[in-house]
């Protein structure tokens, strides 16, 4: 089915030209990256990138939403069909921990290029960003129901739990020298026993 | 003494400048805001203004090396003083918390806008921040030593810590209702919890 094979390889190529956009935006900015930089990273001309994106602030957008895509496929559609919350909550972390490393860190750090969006864009970001915050903010309610949450704000732990996830992006690879299976049961670990009661 | 007070009113109106500068590169991106923008926010003429900054990259350096200054001050020389590692790195949250809410959050977002900063003026940065972080690594390894920590990746604990205070700025006031004290207890329960042995 050559369609469908020329429609993957488009996308994995969009993918592609947006993960490369992301990495020179964060070494030089987003006022600092021309759409000619992308071009030329990418090896295509600057004729060929436009098939890929409209411009440099609507291209900003479109890394966003693939990011937010991504978290949904990844992350938020396979632990909605995991019943227990603390298990839930695990997985949340460790799938967000290897889909940041895979899809590549700056793509996690763009993220906070929000400024740089039109209000309607940055609107529609944020209100992904906190559905998938309650995702994890309604496991938290759920063990704190089931009496096995310490006694803390939910709100702000779950605000905690997440700048854990994303913060992992902005020291990752070059400051911490452990691998990822280590960096994804250290950062669960951590947030669990934040968390939840002490069994003794 | 006059020249002392006009030292520091000159001293006070510029942190004011970088205060302002700061909320406005936050909400327009330092591409987007120019000196100008910055002169009409604090009232003053573009002349003027350039009697306390430079330029505008150096202006963010500045404001940097300024974030970095009151570190410094109001968190890391008081907390030296501290012997227990415990109330050392408990001090460490309190005292950064109420730092980055007393000088405006826009100072601490600033602080990940170091793509725009000269390669020098990146590594002096940097190599504060470390710094700092070394402090908080040092209490650690003081409490794993002492058996006080549970089994942990002392350098991940770290950077959990790290984020979980930075990540406040990125939330605070807009998504948390709480007050300040709350904000404290909350958050340095929060990362104590995580990697303290319990004791039962």
Redesign the interface.
Known sequence: MPAVQAKNSTTERTSEVYRTAAELI???????TSIGDIATAVGMTKASLYHHISGKQDMLYQIMQHAMDELERTVIAPVRLIEDPEQRLREIMRLHIMGAIEHGVAITIVM??I??LEPDQRQDIIKRRKAYHALARQALRQLADQGRL?D??V???T??I???L???A??YPN????NQT??IR??V???V???LK?T?
């Open positions: 964060v070494d030089k900015g987003f006022g600092g906070s290029e400024s740089h310490r803390l704000d709100n702000i732990a605000m905690h997440m700048n854990t994303v913060g992992i902005r020291w400051d911490i020298t452990s280590r960096l250290e950062t670990e951590y947030n026993a934040a968390i002490t003794s």
